[in-house]
């Protein structure tokens, strides 16, 4: 069975940096792509990052050049730090497996629980 | 940036169809999915590849696609299917496939 934990969530002050995790079961971590996912408190889902399969890395604008995506393929755990934080970074996290079906096709068939991250003085 | 566009608020009664809409310039062009979000709990995929159906997903929620709208439609809309749905697509005109959603469809069962 599939399973994505997420864990590291918490309150961190503005400037602050905080790292959360995204432990996997049930697949390969290394042998997917993984995204992260963040969703502002009553507001819809924003595209954080994504580590494809090969190790390459991509980010959304709002966060490129302060969070950073990377995995413990002996952990089988994906993570992603978060440096320079704002007030406007205060989301839930979301971990995700990302499926790519050819170059026109991309989806997110398993989800973790989510994580909240706090950032406030 | 490339834009999903849904609409806010879609309300049915119980049984009968409920129809949202997603548009995008690059959905002639990149599949979509769709998205079931209840209240306090993660996103769940209920279509994928416009029309697939994942396993344990219910029949009553298909896709389907025409020019620049996706649709989600529910047959027989029942009480546990009150949630946000959100679509999800690619814009692959830049040097990678960024994935881009929609702004999320607050469906209300009276």
């Known amino acids: 069975e599939v399973q994505l934990v997420e864990s590291g969530g918490g309150l961190v002050q503005p400037g602050g940096s905080l790292r959360v995790s995204c432990a996997a079961s049930g697949f390969t971590v290394r042998n997917n792509y993984m995204s992260w996912v963040r969703q502002a408190p009553g507001k819809g889902l924003e595209w954080v990052s994504v580590?494809?399969?090969?190790?390459?890395?991509y980010y959304a604008d709002s966060v490129k050049g302060r969070f950073t995506i990377s995995r413990d393929n002996s952990k089988n755990t994906l993570y992603l730090q978060m440096n320079s934080l704002r007030a406007e970074d205060t989301a839930v996290y979301y971990c995700?497996?990302?499926?790519?079906?050819?170059?026109?096709?991309?989806?997110?068939?398993?989800w973790g629980q989510g994580t909240l991250v706090t950032v406030s003085s | 940036s490339y834009e999903l566009t849904q609409p806010p608020s879609v309300s049915v009664s119980p049984g009968q169809t409920a129809r949202i809409t997603c548009s995008g310039d690059a959905l002639p062009k990149q599949y979509a999915s769709w998205l079931q979000q209840k209240p306090g709990q993660a996103p769940v995929l209920v279509i994928y590849k416009d029309s697939e159906r994942p396993s344990g997903i219910p029949e009553r929620f298909s896709g389907s696609s025409s020019g620049t709208t996706v649709t989600l439609t529910i047959s027989g809309v029942q009480a546990e299917d009150e949630a946000d749905y959100y679509c999800?697509?690619?814009?692959?005109?830049?040097?990678?496939?960024?994935?881009?959603f929609g702004g999320g469809t607050k469906l209300t069962v009276l």
């Open positions: 995700a497996r990302e499926i790519t079906c050819g170059g026109d096709c991309y989806y997110f068939d398993y």
């Open positions: 580590i494809y399969s090969g190790g390459y890395t």
């Open positions: 999800q697509s690619a814009d692959s005109s830049g040097t990678y496939p960024h994935v881009v």
